[in-house]
């Protein structure tokens, strides 16, 4: 069992920067590899990023790419830079056993989100 909390989340302006954690627990949790997502109102939830279990492998959305990062230690993390309005959303980090996948279904855990805002 993975247990996933998001924070990090506000509201920016375009052109800003935030940095999303994803606190861990579990004694399994370095095995797992793990995404970030995300769902804007009246959206399908979508891949943003996701990071292999050793932290060697990384995956981006074309959208996101060269303006987002993700790294882990203990934890996860989402550094989002150059931020646009089209970039707002609840953001979900996930774990799952299929290293860097860009599928939901791949994902077995999941946190409860956190709201990124940015504004024109």
């Known amino acids: 069992q993975v247990h996933l909390v998001e924070s990090g989340g506000g509201l920016v302006q375009a052109g800003g920067s935030l940095r999303l954690s994803c606190a861990a627990s579990?004694?399994?949790?370095?095995?797992?590899?793990m995404g970030w997502f995300r769902q804007a109102p009246g959206k399908e939830r979508e891949f943003v990023a996701a990071i292999s279990s050793s932290g060697g492998r990384t995956t981006y959305a074309d959208s996101v790419k060269g303006r987002f990062t993700i790294s882990r230690d203990n934890a996860v993390y989402l550094q989002m830079n150059s931020l646009k309005p089209e970039d707002t959303a609840v953001y979900y980090c996930?774990?799952?056993?299929?290293?860097?996948?860009?599928?939901?279904?791949?994902?077995?855990?999941w946190g409860q989100g956190t709201q990124v805002t940015v504004s024109s």
């Open positions: 579990g004694r399994t949790f370095s095995t797992y590899a």
């Open positions: 996930a774990a799952g056993s299929i290293t860097t996948s860009t599928n939901r279904a791949a994902y077995s855990y």
